[in-house]
């Protein structure tokens, strides 16, 4: 098993559709992380959780819900996008939550291609 | 508000020379410095990190940071093609949040 794994890897909604985004991830680690990276931006926090607690939420619209039901799963549910919300997705993975002095290494999927028609 | 900014590229160098990449970010209480690279079509990989001022070195890969100039870079000697992918910077503030660059796509050719 790879270490984190994002389903689905493409998604194509229209603007009234329900969708969700998985994440999942076998490395044991306490913390996830929903970024979003669109064209010529930087990365995006969206989410953090650190032990199924949600610990940040900068401020992203909620048409965006996040999920952690346990410390190996995430899910990001998708509700009345627009397309400006078309992006790359990427769930991300840490030991701990990421605080001052340490590797800052973040463990990302290979992302979820979402497209808003 | 705080950024990292990085010069977009591409910055082509030829097999075999250095390759230097640089950041810069604008809040002082910035902690920890790191580097990501991101081949195209797949996520991010952390390559360096550093904290203290100078310069850190792993293989081919040097990690240089000035804090009094507020600039981190990133040193890739030797270059391969297999180097060639985009490079982002990201700073921490002793919080949960990296500060990410837009990046920097970096070409090396034959």
């Known amino acids: 098993e790879t270490g984190v794994t994002q389903t689905p890897r493409h998604l194509v909604m229209g603007m009234t559709n329900k969708k969700s985004l998985k994440c999942e991830q076998h490395?044991?680690?306490?913390?996830m992380y929903w970024y979003k990276q669109s064209a010529k931006k930087p990365l995006e926090l969206m989410f953090v959780?650190?032990?199924?607690?949600?610990?940040e939420n900068n401020s992203v619209p909620s048409r965006f819900s996040p999920e952690c039901p346990n410390s190996s799963h995430l899910f990001l549910h998708l509700h009345t996008l627009q397309p400006e919300d078309s992006a790359l997705y990427l769930c991300?993975?840490?030991?701990?939550?990421?605080?001052?002095?340490?590797?800052?290494?973040?463990?990302f999927g290979e992302g979820s291609r979402l497209t808003v028609l | 508000q705080k950024e990292v900014e990085q010069n977009s590229g591409p910055l082509s160098v030829p097999e075999g020379a250095i390759a230097s990449l640089n950041c810069t970010y604008s809040?002082?209480?910035?902690?920890?410095f790191f580097w990501y690279r991101q081949y195209s079509g797949k996520s991010p990989e952390l390559i360096m990190f550093?904290?203290?001022?100078g310069d850190k070195e792993d293989g081919r890969f040097t990690a240089q940071l000035n804090k009094a100039s507020q600039y981190v870079s990133l040193l890739i000697r030797d270059s391969q093609p297999s180097d060639s992918a985009t490079y982002l910077c990201?700073?921490?503030?002793?919080?949960?949040?990296?500060?990410f660059g837009t990046g920097t796509r970096l070409q090396v050719f034959p």
């Open positions: 809040d002082r209480g910035s902690q920890s």
């Open positions: 991300a993975s840490s030991q701990e939550r990421l605080a001052g002095f340490n590797t800052g290494e973040l463990f």
């Open positions: 959780y650190s032990l199924e607690e949600r610990v």
């Open positions: 550093i904290y203290s001022n």
């Open positions: 490395l044991g680690h306490n913390a």
């Open positions: 990201a700073v921490s503030y002793n919080t949960d949040k990296l500060i």
